[in-house]
């Protein structure tokens, strides 16, 4: 019986976590006029979500298109195939790993950050504070970080993507002896602008924003205790790990369902 | 106020590189800069088996690339594969007997679309038909006739 009443109270805080989800994003998508007409303000986040996060991506995107490269060279040579390295470490790139790494290691560097500081904000009952004067928190605090992510994730993914391929070209062509004209051609003979570059911008776009969300949610939704907004930091961490990958799932079916 | 210097300096530099880094993925790693040339004409060949030639797949010409395959549609009426060819408008002194062959880049590589072209003094012009076409080589075809023909020469 304690079964079934845990299910049922579960669904319906699930449920009521969902509504309150959802309503906070349309309180996020109302502030944005006020935002656009501020811009320093989605300046100041830019910066903190964004170039904060710029030498973790580069760097990160530099190793793993390094990994992929000789990984790669491993398995094509032993089929005599090394010329097409480029294709598999740029597909690879542009179409997954690219949209997806950068934005888990998004959600790690810059979700926590924003969870956690709205959290400490609403613990210090600074958000109270500005709704005593009159200033809507959402607009004011939350929907500048929203923006910010959203603008930032398809940025730092195309460059993970790029610097992984000179990562891969490095290690293919520098070190192991991989021709570097036919790893450029092969490259773009076989990806293709739309299907693939495109799709990946839009999975990017797709990440970063569910991960503002979630994060930002995470944050304003957290109870004002310390014990309270370090839970919602690692829900923010997880959760966002497990919509990216989960989506991705989706989105990869449904963009190249079809080849 | 330099501080907030500093960090709009800081943010012009990441959106420059951040859209730099789609640049390079737009112009530089997919086929994006091949598109721009769009000016081509468009010609036909019929195959009596195209075998596995797909929509974009290369043609060339002395192995150099000049266009790629536009469609490929089965013929009701003569049962052939009709197989349409864009070729970039830079190259438009093919002769009219041409020859188009489908093959096989090294043994188990794409397939792509060879032009061979002949003597004639008059050129393939938009919507032209290539008359002389060679079917792709059917690797299970080959081993068939190849077994086929050991066993006879067993039997003499």
Redesign the interface.
């Known amino acids: 019986m304690d079964f079934i009443e845990n299910l049922g109270s579960g669904t319906r805080a699930s449920f009521n976590k969902l509504g309150r989800g959802t309503h906070f994003l349309i309180q996020i998508f109302s502030g944005v006029i006020s935002v656009l007409l501020r811009p320093r303000l989605l300046l100041k986040q830019m910066y903190s979500v964004g170039v904060m996060s710029f030498l973790i991506i580069t760097i990160s995107g530099l190793f793993v298109g390094m990994v992929l490269g000789l990984q790669g060279y491993y398995t094509l040579s032993d089929f005599g195939a090394e010329e097409t390295l480029g294709v598999m470490v740029a597909a690879s790139l542009v179409r997954e790993l690219g949209p997806v790494v950068s934005a888990l290691l998004f959600a790690g560097r810059a979700g926590s950050a924003l969870t956690a500081e709205i959290g400490l904000m609403k613990a210090t009952e600074q958000l109270s504070g500005m709704e005593m004067m009159a200033i809507d928190p959402v607009k004011r605090i939350v929907t500048p970080r929203f923006l910010a992510g959203l603008i930032s994730m398809p940025l730092l993914a195309g460059l993970f993507s790029a610097v992984g391929i000179m990562g891969g070209q490095i290690v293919g062509c520098g070190l192991l002896g991989v021709d570097e004209g036919a790893y450029w051609a092969q490259m773009q003979s076989n990806i293709d602008f739309y299907d693939d570059i495109i799709n990946g911008v839009i999975k990017s776009i797709v990440f970063g924003f569910v991960t503002s969300w979630i994060a930002l949610f995470e944050g304003y939704d957290s109870i004002p205790t310390s014990e309270g907004v370090s839970r919602a930091t690692t829900r923010t961490v997880v959760n966002s790990a497990f919509t990216i990958l989960g989506l991705d799932f989706i989105l990869t079916a449904l963009m190249f369902g079809d080849h | 106020m330099q501080h907030?210097r500093n960090?709009?300096t800081?943010?012009g530099?990441?959106?420059a590189?951040?859209?730099?880094?789609?640049f390079?993925?737009?112009m530089?790693?997919?086929?994006?800069?091949?598109?721009t040339d769009e000016d081509s004409y468009t010609i036909t060949a019929k195959f009596e088996n195209s075998g596995g030639l797909k929509v974009k797949s290369?043609v060339s010409a002395a192995g150099v690339?000049i266009g790629k395959v536009t469609s490929i549609t089965f013929d009701p009426k003569t049962y052939k594969s009709v197989v349409q060819l864009s070729i970039n408008s830079k190259y438009n002194t093919l002769p009219d007997d041409t020859t188009a062959s489908v093959f096989t880049a090294g043994l188990?590589g794409e397939q792509y679309v060879n032009l061979e072209p002949g003597g004639s003094d008059t050129f393939l012009k938009k919507g032209g038909e290539i008359e002389i076409t060679q079917s792709a080589i059917i690797l299970e075809k080959a081993i068939g006739q190849f077994l086929f023909k050991s066993a006879a020469e067993e039997k003499k």
């Open positions: 907030t960090q709009d800081l943010v530099l990441f959106v590189s951040g859209i730099a880094g789609l390079f993925l737009a530089h790693v997919s086929n994006l800069s091949s598109f290369p690339k188990l």
